[in-house]
Nanobody
Framework: QVQLVESGGGLVQAGGSLTLSCAAS????????MAWFRQAPGKEREFAAG????????RYADSVKGRFIISRANAKNTVYLQMNSLKPEDTAVYYC????????????????WGQGTQVTVSS
């Protein structure tokens, strides 16, 4: 089993930056693809960014492309999401997910999920 714990969320003004972390425990995730999803109030959960097990390949939703950067430190069993130029519409609970089948895109198969961390962007 893999446990994922997100951290780094908070309140930030529009135009600001935050970096989220997702720490894995229970088993190494160095061979798993990882992704960040988000869910805004009253909306369905949506894919934000994904990264392959090696870190070589990444995918981003159009809404965050050019502003968010996903990365990973396999030695630390941790994945990051650097969020820049934040907008009020980025306000959501952000979830980390792990894929044993190395899917790192929207619609992929994700086997483990964290509990989420709240990000609020004020205008």
């Amino acid at each position: 089993q893999v446990q994922l714990v997100e951290s780094g969320g908070g309140l930030v003004q529009a135009g600001g930056s935050l970096t989220l972390s997702c720490a894995a425990s229970g088993r190494t995730v160095r061979n798993y693809a990882m992704a960040w999803f988000r869910q805004a109030p009253g909306k369905e959960r949506e894919f934000a960014a994904g990264i392959s097990w090696s870190g070589t390949y990444t995918r981003y939703a159009d809404s965050v492309k050019g502003r968010f950067i996903i990365s990973r430190a396999n030695a630390k069993n941790t994945v990051y999401l650097q969020m820049n130029s934040l907008k009020p519409e980025d306000t959501a609970v952000y979830y980390c997910a792990a894929s044993e089948s190395n899917t790192y895109f929207d619609g992929g198969v994700y086997d483990y999920w964290g509990q989420g961390t709240q990000v609020t962007v004020s205008s």
